[in-house]
């Protein structure tokens, strides 16, 4: 099983290749199972929905999933995607107090 820990769903994140290279977008669903997250108007894909007895039939854009290794957590102090880790909010080193992200170069706090 592929677990997932640098993103998480409703942060924001950088795109770092393909078609969608440099944007951003909030993350909508991880899929741990895949490995992979569906994030927010980017790797748009067409599909051809039926008409049900209540909805229209047509043509639909949609959110396809993308693996979470393309993806780094944004950060607005530095302006663009950063590398993470986690550390504990008392800094003794001992596993008290509570997990946060951090970013790797810089030491900046992420989480609140």
Do not use: C, W
């Amino acid at each position: 099983m592929n677990l997932i820990k640098h993103v998480k769903k409703n942060d924001l994140v950088q795109v770092l290749s393909g078609k969608d290279k440099g944007k951003t977008g909030k993350i909508l669903r991880v899929i741990n199972k895949s490995g992979k997250v569906v994030v927010e108007k980017i790797n748009l894909v067409k599909r051809h929905k039926r008409p049900t007895g209540k909805e229209a039939g047509g043509i639909v854009e949609k959110e396809a999933p993308i693996p979470a290794s393309k993806v780094l957590l944004y950060a607005d102090s530095v302006g663009r995607g950063v590398r993470t880790s986690v550390k504990f909010t008392d800094g003794t080193g001992a596993k008290k107090g509570k997990k946060v992200r951090v970013n790797l170069k810089h030491n900046i706090q992420l989480d609140k």
